[in-house]
């Protein structure tokens, strides 16, 4: 029939050369005794409508020459969640300098060259993107090469047990950065009580600022929050763990740091600033852009403390679901 001539004739063309005689005519008895066998049960010779309607059964010409062709893929299911893993990696290398770069940008007139912020915006997502796809198609590249080579059963099978990472437990605190957060809280408390002193008066070499009378809530509320950090970060460097009650204290004091830090931002605390050969107007005027930007910071200052607060606030939960005991099931009768 001429229908799947012209069948068989679109299905070769999606062949290897090397293979479409001998598929073709695999593939040509097997439709013939399909028509014979339906032609049978009728009793009659199919119509035009009846072999198109066996033929689509089959599938388009491009698939079913696919059925027969092996299969290929770019990554392979082994190499797969390596890759996933390396481009993820490269992205957040890649991305978070470049939007620390257009932010400074955008905020800093002398990098700006001139150009006003929404054409630095688009220069620089512009850059970024490009840069991105580069890198993408490079480690693709890679992988791909490394697909259709030996390395990858190399790299996946030349591996040894005891070279394995060391078994972390999950309520684990690392010793070492409880034994940084000591020491930068000891360095922080010591210059603390030195240099800045509970006075109204602070005195910064040439410079001198007067505070507000409620700066002394201020002075002891860090001093106090920084010794109760160099306690906590003790404790947890004799038991390295996380338990409820830590979560709940390292919580209580990042919310009671977080609104003196706040608080702070918006006390208006410098009235007074003086320097040599500074005139008196000038010198308001730097005790007004002290505040207004201090102020200004408030919004962001209340996101990251938030930020932080809710981190806190999911280790807590995250922790009582781990050490809550699980229900006993039934003996087996």
Request: proline share 8%; glycine share 6%; charged share 15%.
């Amino acid at each position: 029939m001429e229908l799947i001539d012209r069948y068989l004739q679109a299905v070769r063309f999606w062949l290897p050369r090397k293979q479409q005689d001998d598929l073709i005519a695999e593939l040509s008895e097997d439709i013939r005794a399909q028509v014979e066998e339906r032609a049978a049960e009728l009793g009659r010779p199919l119509r035009d409508e009846e072999v198109e309607a066996l033929l689509r059964q089959r599938g388009s010409p491009m698939l079913v020459a696919n059925r027969y062709l092996p299969q290929q893929v770019l990554i392979g299911p082994l190499l797969f969640p390596i890759y996933w893993f390396v481009l993820k990696v490269v992205t957040l290398c890649m991305l978070i300098p470049m939007l620390l770069g257009w932010i400074l940008t955008l905020v800093s007139p002398a990098l700006s060259s001139g150009n006003p912020w929404p054409a630095r915006v688009g220069s620089t997502l512009s850059q970024i993107g490009s840069a991105w796809f580069v890198a993408m198609g490079v480690v693709t590249l890679i992988f791909a090469i490394l697909e259709r080579t030996d390395a990858k059963t190399q790299l996946l099978e030349t591996w040894n047990p005891r070279k394995l990472p060391p078994l972390r437990h999950p309520h684990t605190i690392p010793r070492s950065s409880s034994a940084i957060e000591i020491g930068v809280n000891l360095c922080v408390a010591v210059w603390w009580a030195a240099n800045i002193g509970s006075p109204l008066a602070m005195h910064l070499g040439p410079l001198h600022l007067t505070l507000a009378p409620v700066w002394n809530w201020f002075f002891w509320a860090i001093l106090l929050l920084t010794v109760a950090n160099i306690g906590f970060a003790a404790v947890n460097l004799v038991h390295p763990y996380w338990t409820v009650r830590r979560v709940v204290f390292r919580l209580l004091v990042d919310i009671a740091g977080s609104v003196f830090f706040c608080w702070l931002l918006k006390a208006n605390i410098v009235v007074g600033f003086a320097a040599p050969q500074l005139s008196p107007g000038r010198a308001l005027a730097v005790v007004n852009g002290m505040n207004f930007w201090m102020a200004r910071m408030f919004p962001w200052a209340v996101i990251v403390c938030v930020a932080i607060a809710l981190g806190n606030a999911w280790r807590l939960v995250w922790l009582k679901r781990r050490t809550r005991p699980r229900p006993m099931r039934p003996a087996a009768v």
